[in-house]
């Protein structure tokens, strides 16, 4: 049988990418998205080139929503092998004076919030079988700070720390838990706002690499911390960025 890979946020940019390589390996892959039309199309693409995959909606932040999703993932297939949390966004670049609380609260919700709720009722699946591993999401961001994009930047601040307590808890279950952090990724929602020229004069500069991520750079990141190869390797932060940070 397969693996069963649990992929939030699988319907568009990154983890559309990461979708297609796990499923590119032979993982039965669950597209988890608030988009579910997207979290569709990424099925119909894997199933087309001949993987296993299947659609879900949900929104990471109702608790009873995941719960249920990963209830039934559990029980129509025994088990969860991969958890990649990639659902997320920062939604606003304003002066923290400006920000409301609900907007403080969405950003904070959809990136620590969500990925808490979706390990919350994943690791005990994982524990029983004492094996799993889980991707979550952190960024650049979570490290260095960003002028107005203080939750954001909060947000993934917590998901490095939440990151790295929770490979210790689960360890002894045989359970690994990494954090990746994309920097600059030239995913379709930020291509929708600039040009490719106008990016790579943004970024050449400051990126040693002198050019942007793509989503499948981080798809093969995120897939090697799912592999044999990467067996001893458990509660770090795995930087893609071209050497900006």
């Known amino acids: 049988m397969s693996q069963i890979a649990l992929i939030t946020g699988g319907g568009n940019g990154i983890g559309r990418a990461v979708a297609h390589r796990m499923a590119a390996a032979g993982m039965t892959v669950m597209i988890a998205d608030y988009d579910h039309a997207a979290a569709q199309q990424v099925r119909q693409e894997i199933i087309d080139s001949g993987g296993n995959a299947e659609a879900l909606s949900i929104d990471v932040t109702v608790a009873r929503e995941v719960k249920a999703i990963v209830t039934d993932i559990a029980r129509r297939f025994g088990r969860i092998d991969v958890l990649a949390n990639i659902a997320g966004g920062s939604f606003y670049t304003k002066h923290i004076e400006d920000f409301t609380w609900a907007e403080w609260k969405q950003v904070i919700d959809t990136n ?57 808890e689960l360890a002894p279950d045989g359970i690994r838990v990494n954090t990746v952090a994309p920097g600059p990724t030239d995913t379709p929602r930020v291509m929708e706002k600039e040009t490719p020229e106008a990016r790579r004069q943004r970024w050449s500069s400051s990126i040693p690499l002198g050019r942007t991520g793509k989503p499948e750079d981080l798809a093969e990141l995120y897939y090697f911390l799912t592999t044999p190869e990467s067996a001893a390797i458990t509660g770090q932060l795995f930087h893609c960025n071209g050497g900006l940070l």
């Open 112 to 168: 620590l919030k969500g990925t808490f709720l979706m390990c919350r009722e994943v690791a005990p699946i994982m524990q029983k079988q004492k094996s799993g591993r889980i991707l979550n999401t952190a960024s650049n961001y979570g490290v260095t700070g960003s002028a107005l994009r203080a939750p954001y930047s909060a947000a993934k601040a917590g998901i490095i720390a939440f990151t790295k307590t929770l490979a210790l």
